[in-house]
């Protein structure tokens, strides 16, 4: 039965986490073809990765995820869960960075949004997944992380100075 889609689940299986299994299940539920959702924030929502959005009057009431295809939505969390684990991708380091903040159960949602995120734009484009890196953060926004290893270091009780690296030192070995 999973022969015609062969090609799009040997792309999937490049996303970290999943394995040919959560493949199947991806393409079984969704039925391989993402024409038929609009965006990719139109394929999370279906799969019910995606938080609900209740403000009235300025106040944020509770916004539990939608029920969504509950056969996807348990492959997908076991795929995050698998993410977690895997230290030198991007979706790892997003899913520690998220579980840090907001809980380990929000941060598997975020987990398997981006994921499905991922599906829909190979699926459309063609392309292979291709992981930013563990330190996409880190060149994000290098300032930020700067500021942030300095206030680290400076709650340890240490005092900070900071030069300006030169060039020619980076690229000698050290001792």
Known sequence: MIKPFRVFREMICTIPGIGPMTA???IAETGGDMSRFASAAHLASWAGAA????????????????????YLKGALGTAAMNCCRMPGTYLGVRYRRLSARRGPMRANVATQRAM???????????????DPGPDYFTRLNPGKAKDRALRQLESMGYTVTLRAADRTEQSQPRE
């Open 24 to 26: 199947d299940v991806v």
């Open 116 to 130: 499905l995120t991922a599906i829909w734009h190979m699926a459309t484009t063609g392309a292979l997944y291709i």
């Open 51 to 70: 938080p609900g959005m209740n403000e009235s009057a300025g106040k944020i009431k509770s916004s539990h995820v939608r029920p969504g295809n509950p």
